[in-house]
């Protein structure tokens, strides 16, 4: 990591182009995808017009496509800095694509979004993308998703949230070690278990980790108003908030 580089390219090797095994080992994972996706369709449900979606970190597609089926009046931009995994969106979403409802971005997320005009998208959603983040760099990327979106706009985003009892956070992400290794060496997998753990690694750094509190704390402070921890499951929480009406 480096000053121009502000986040780690962790998903350019194994995991990025075997991402969808994180279904095997951590099934939450698109629980959190099809939350994210039934928020979207609360929001665009009686909306006149295409209502302009920003998905952060679309990665393989997996929440972006639980965005696109959540709503037929939602159009996607979809941003991901990594070619790896930006790619198995491209083929496996092209159909959307061919209809005009998503776009790719291939830019990071806050290079992505200071492009962006203020007030110019509906909602801002994210799963499993802002706890890979840099703290500071995270907090920027609050301020900007803020930024772009329209009065009455909402954010939402299925993620990894550190539980604020650090015994009870410690405990859960055990158990969620222990299915890795169940898993993963199930299926002579110890690759993908060595590159999986040392990701987690970077998760739970003092620098990158998400502490539930402070997070929302730091939303408040970039102007949300309304902001939610609606469900959580272990180490992982759906968190939204909204950018009031005028």
Partial sequence: MSADNPFDAMFSGVIGREYDMLKLISPIAPEMSRLVG????????GRDGRQQVVELGGGTGI??????????????????????????????????????????????????LKALPERSADMVASAYTLHNFEAGYRRQVLAESYRILKPGGKFVNGDRYALD??????RATQQEVAGYFKVLTGINRLDLLEHWIIHLFSDESE???????????????VG?????????????????????AE
């Fill in 224 to 244: 949300f108003c309304e902001i939610q921890l609606k469900r959580r499951i272990d180490v992982n929480a759906l968190v939204t908030g909204s950018k009031a």
């Fill in 38 to 45: 039934l928020e979207v369709a609360d929001f665009c449900q």
């Fill in 165 to 170: 009892d650090i015994d009870r956070h410690t």
């Fill in 207 to 221: 620098n990158h980790v998400m502490r539930e509190s402070i997070a929302l704390a730091q939303m408040a402070e």
């Fill in 63 to 112: 929440t972006t496509l639980a965005i696109l089926s959540s709503a037929e009046n939602c159009q996607v931009l979809s941003v991901d800095s990594e070619p790896t995994m930006q790619n198995q969106a491209k083929q496996n979403l092209q159909e959307w694509a061919q209809q005009g409802r998503l776009e790719f971005s291939g830019r990071d997320a806050l290079s992505a």
